[in-house]
């Protein structure tokens, strides 16, 4: 196996591993293009750096993950891997691959990109943002660990959806996210995942306590720009905290 330049990750002495077509385009939009200048931009904001968190696009029937434990700032198009969607979460083995790049494994993400895609999503980001962990423990402090993220009177709110169908929040609404429990491993996180979307059904996110956050959308680019609209109210959040200011102004914050 030879590292190809600027990456360490393996591939083949040609470059080539199995339905390599799957991942050639020359459409900066195909899935395994935009999977890793997505996770260039992600590695700049904080959002995945040392390897940890990452992102999936769905198309048609197809499914793209980058691999687990890799630079994800370095990922290129033959890295990625390809599940033919429908697929079973578990247990891994009876996963649908229909690419597999050699020497190396899929995310640890991958059920619950797959838990995002069974929403309807078309994308889904995992971010370790320090804001995003945080927001995870301003809130347990004050609320407990049953918490929900809460935010209002913030104009930027007005970047997440409500729901499918419903529009998006408006100034004067209140913006809850979902917070769960973290779990030893990336994969065991997925049943927290899934019962917090069936708890709240409209809901585009949820936070893992002293981790980071799950955010989908409908395309990449939604999936993208609500997750820069949550990571700047997170962010904000923890500065008005710093000033002594409660963020949600609906609810008496220590
Ligand atoms: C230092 S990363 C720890 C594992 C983790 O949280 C994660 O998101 C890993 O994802 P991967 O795609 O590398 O399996
Ligand atoms: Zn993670």
Wanted: proline share 7%.
């Amino acid at each position: 196996m030879a590292a190809t330049q600027n990456t360490d990750i393996p591939v083949d002495s040609n470059g080539h591993t199995n339905n390599d077509h799957l991942v050639q385009s020359t459409d900066p939009e195909h899935p395994a293009n935009l999977i890793p200048e997505m996770c260039r931009k992600f590695y700049n904001w904080g959002w995945v750096t040392g390897t940890g968190g990452g992102t999936s696009i769905r198309r048609g029937d197809h499914i793209f993950i980058a691999p687990s434990g890799v630079q994800k700032e370095m990922l290129q198009p033959h890295n990625m891997f390809v599940l033919q969607y429908p697929t079973p979460k578990y247990p891994p083995s009876s996963r649908k691959y229909i690419r597999k790049p050699l020497n190396l494994k899929p995310s640890d993400c991958t059920p619950l990109f797959l838990a995002a895609f069974d929403q309807g999503a078309g994308c889904c980001i995992h971010t370790h943002s320090q804001w995003a962990v945080l927001v995870t423990l301003l809130v347990e402090r004050d609320l407990g660990k049953e918490g929900y993220f809460e935010i209002s009177n913030i104009e930027q709110i007005k970047g997440i959806p409500k729901g499918k169908g419903k529009g998006n929040h408006g100034y004067h609404d209140t913006l809850r996210i979902p917070i769960i429990d973290n779990t030893p491993f990336e994969e065991d996180l997925t049943e927290g995942l899934e019962k917090a979307m069936n708890a709240n059904p409209d809901t585009y996110a949820v936070l893992v306590r002293r981790h980071g956050i799950y955010v989908w959308g409908d395309t990449p680019a939604k999936a993208k720009t609500q997750c820069e609209s949550l990571d700047y109210l997170f962010q904000l959040a923890v500065e008005m905290h710093k000033l002594g200011l409660p963020w949600d102004i609906n609810r008496n914050q220590k």
